[in-house]
């Protein structure tokens, strides 16, 4: 959820599983900044769970993918108390619009510059 | 491969595919913008490409996520002889590390706030 310069995520063995969440928001970012730390927080507690990239343009939409080994873990973040609860608030409050696409990873692969530490 | 402000793909019956392509940069960018918007007008020639999402970090992170409706769209843009010989510039050139996830969306959904037009 940050913009952070961190190193993407890299390749893991498939199968695994994506969650891309891509939105737009609304004026209204009052309380946004807290939830979306305290969700960062709660998702690395699910099991399976491997990591997420994250990125916004200046323009306002953010793209996240959230990588998971397997389906379990999506559906136990998807059925948490804390994330539903502020979904409901991002569709009342944070969010003008937003798609969700579950994906199961069939091929990966990851580049790293030769001497790169 | 832009940085404007546009909607966020919106989800598809599944099954389709995304691909998932997260980078971090060189410092050597000579020649990288005009090869992204060539990139970008040829990607929309592919049978099936539904479309992009895409944003860059301040720190340089650049997550890209292209949607397909299936797996022969992706893998005739993998064998695309000038998207190969960017991703072969890409490699000597422009960027320090990437990871690329090919995945079969299995659920989607999007968001609309009401009134949005």
Redesign the interface.
Known sequence: MS?????????HEPPY??A?F???R?PDASGYDETATRLGELVQEIPGYLGE?????????????A?FRD?AGIEQWRRHAEHRAAKERG?RQW???????????????????TG?P
């Open positions: 913009d952070q310069p961190i190193t993407p995520v890299p390749a599983y994506v891309v891509t939105s737009l609304t990239d994250s990125a916004r343009t200046p323009g306002g939409l953010a793209v996240t993918v990588y389906l569709r969010y003008d619009r937003y798609s969700v696409h579950i994906a199961r990873v069939e091929q990966s692969h990851s580049f790293r510059r790169t």
